[in-house]
């Protein structure tokens, strides 16, 4: 690591969150705040490839604290996963004098961090923004609560036209290898099943509940089914409900990316802050190779090789909460 850190660069790779504007804010005025220069690569990986990079001031973030998406884009680079196109990065990084990079997004975007780190040298932080809180290191993942509160409000309004026409909806939301997001909404809003990826789905044990409520006359439920569940995502549960329950006017609605946009929600405002300022107090303390996390409401610096290696596994206690309360 070089003896002091004075121009950084910062981008947003991966999938977008809500809240990846407030980390930014946060990187950027904090860093200027310490006598630090700031550039922004555009387009995460393929940016710095194609030297897509300029440098931020206070204005560069103003406003924009309340938006959801990026404003520094984000993009997919196959060139990036090369040699090649790694040292062919780093250049424009070198040439502008960066020695510190923090990255905004979830596994993959690490992984190309610590790419760099590794072949280069340059000192990185990993900031989580990602709406699936898969990341090992971490109590709250930038963007999250703006996903689930979405996702729960969407399965809110459904079950008003469930109660109006006494129907069965089958609501899937985002979550291909981790079911977050279909536990909290799916807790929250009453729902009748959670299908998760981190538990087999017993379709058995669905059509046993769902017929032992058709014959008390519960007609109108809810099964909130991750997209990564491994029985096969709504439409699946549904066509089997359907034809095992005939008596049941069962319906779909997949919920897909209106989940990763919109206005970020306080906490995670608050949260894309917090960590934004201590990756600048990273650097300045001679800490990289970092995911900036918030474990037990405090700062918590994991290596990046153990956030994306371990996983973040949901408590088993939840299952227990969910199968008494739909009963």
Not at 9 to 25: C, E, F, I, W
Not at 26 to 55: H, K
Not at 99 to 118: A, H, Y
Request: net charge neutral; with cysteine.
């Amino acid at each position: 690591m070089p003896d002091k850190i004075n121009k950084i660069a910062v981008l947003t790779s991966g999938g977008d969150s809500p809240g990846m504007n407030a980390a930014l804010r946060a990187v950027v005025r904090t860093a200027l705040y310490f006598g630090m220069d700031v550039f922004g690569i555009m387009r995460g990986y393929s940016g710095m490839l194609e030297d897509d990079i300029f440098e931020m001031d206070s204005k560069s973030v103003a406003n924009i604290i309340q938006r959801g998406g990026t404003i520094l884009k984000s993009a997919r680079c196959k060139e990036f996963y090369t040699p090649e196109g790694r040292k062919k990065a780093y250049a424009n990084l070198e040439k502008r004098g960066i020695n510190g990079l923090i990255v905004i997004g979830g596994d993959g975007s690490f992984t190309g961090g610590m790419k760099l780190q590794s072949e280069f040298g340059l000192p990185v932080i990993g900031l989580p923004g990602t709406i699936d809180k898969d990341l090992f290191g971490t109590d709250f993942t930038i963007g999250f609560d703006t996903a689930v509160n979405t996702a729960l409000e969407a399965i809110d309004k459904i079950r008003d036209t469930a109660d109006a026409h006494d129907r069965l909806f089958i609501v899937e939301v985002m979550g291909r290898h981790t079911g977050y997001i279909a536990l909290h909404s799916g807790i929250a809003a009453g729902a009748e099943n959670i299908l998760i990826p981190e538990s087999a789905t017993n379709i058995e044990d669905v059509i046993a509940s769902l017929s032992e409520k058709e014959k008390r006359k519960k007609l109108v439920n809810i099964v909130v089914v991750a997209e990564g569940d491994a029985f096969g995502g709504a439409n699946e549960v549904a066509r089997i409900i359907k034809e095992r329950i005939p008596g049941f006017d069962t319906k779909v609605s997949i919920l897909g990316h209106i989940q990763r946009g919109g206005s970020p929600t306080c906490l995670d405002r608050l949260i894309a802050s917090r960590m934004g300022y201590h990756a600048i107090e990273a650097f300045m303390n001679g800490i990289s190779n970092v995911m900036v996390g918030i474990v037990n409401n405090k700062i918590e610096y994991t290596p990046l090789e153990i956030a994306i290696r371990e996983k973040h596994t949901i408590d088993p206690d939840w299952l227990r909460i969910v199968k008494i309360l739909a009963s």
